[in-house]
């Protein structure tokens, strides 16, 4: 490296998380981060600055699965029998706070054939955060301003094209999408398709059908909210009237009843985008704005 210019290849952001510097605390703070970018939901954090943790830095859900999470973020390359050693001990919180998995979020190197090792210490579920895991999280677009926050790089010009051109693709998907459906909303009254004088054909659909189909994803969509909700309940993380609370459950039970239980949530996060994103179209034919998502 000449001069002031930083590593380039994403060899700075691997150079400054493996020769970490800025303790506990912060590296549980980035961890939190990573698993937020990840799809992990409800982190918990323990006691970043210190005390009794229970054999967890934090707790998590994803996939329906509970999880907890322990961060390793020495200085320095490490001996594997050291990674093991602390693996080990964080595995033990897994049985401790009765949960499904472990989540090891580490700035050290692993190969794959000791990230398959660790994961044979166990039969629960494993999901391992090694050095160029999280090199390529924090190096992509949604993550420079935490890259920047605790790691102090900020982004290079070629990252400022690479995140112009991320935006102007979520941006055409969009309006591409709006251009389908004002073609839907151009309707016939007496008519029961639309040819747009193109290869495409759109059925009609009334408002009537439309709002029944709003009603059943704002149904689901609370449902799925619910669920978060009794697990918080369930573990003390949030407290509710019990009158209220009597009312919720009562309400997800119908909301079972109605649909089935199989085609309810939880759902992945492609599944969970799909019916917020359907559930806003549909809103913002009737007039709402876009992003209502109040249910």
């Known amino acids: 490296m000449t001069g002031n210019r930083r590593r380039t290849n994403g060899e700075e952001t691997w150079y400054r998380l493996r020769e970490w510097t800025k303790g506990q605390a912060a590296a549980e703070r980035l961890s939190n981060h990573i698993l937020d970018s990840e799809g992990y939901e409800s982190i918990d954090p323990s006691h970043p600055l210190g005390g009794r ?3 967890k830095d934090m707790v998590c859900i994803k996939d329906n699965i509970e999880w907890v999470a322990g961060c390793y973020f020495p200085r320095g390359q490490k001996s594997f029998r050291t990674i093991k050693e602390k693996f080990l001990n964080d595995l033990e919180g897994v049985e401790v706070n009765s949960v499904d998995g472990l989540v090891f979020i580490t700035n050290q190197e692993l190969t794959l054939s000791e990230r398959q090792e660790l994961k044979n210490l166990s039969e629960h579920h494993i999901d391992i955060f ?3 895991r999280i090199v390529g999280t924090l190096n992509s677009p949604v993550n420079y301003g935490v890259r920047l926050e605790f790691l102090d ?4 010009i070629e990252e400022q094209l690479s995140f112009f051109a991320e935006r102007d693709k979520k941006y055409q ?3 591409d999408t709006l251009e389908k459906l004002e073609k839907v909303i151009k309707k016939d ?4 398709v639309i040819n747009e004088d193109d290869e495409e054909f759109f059925e009609v659909r009334t408002d009537e059908v439309i709002s029944e189909a709003i009603d059943e994803l704002i149904e689901k969509v609370w449902y799925e909210r619910h669920l978060v ?3 918080k309940v369930e573990n003390g993380l949030e407290t509710v009237n019990p009158e ?3 009312g919720a459950l009562k309400s997800a039970n119908k909301v079972k009843e109605k649909y089935g239980e199989k085609n309810l949530g939880p759902y992945d996060d492609f599944e969970w985008g799909m019916l917020n994103g359907k559930l806003s179209a549909l809103r913002w034919i009737f007039g709402d704005e876009w992003d209502m998502l109040d249910t």
Do not use: A, M, P, V
């Open 173 to 175: 998907q969009i309006t």
């Open 244 to 246: 209220i609370w009597e």
């Open 130 to 132: 090694h050095l160029e």
């Open 153 to 156: 790089i900020e982004i290079t």
């Open 229 to 231: 909700r009794k697990y």
């Open 189 to 192: 009254k007496n008519s029961q």
């Open 53 to 55: 943790d229970g054999i």
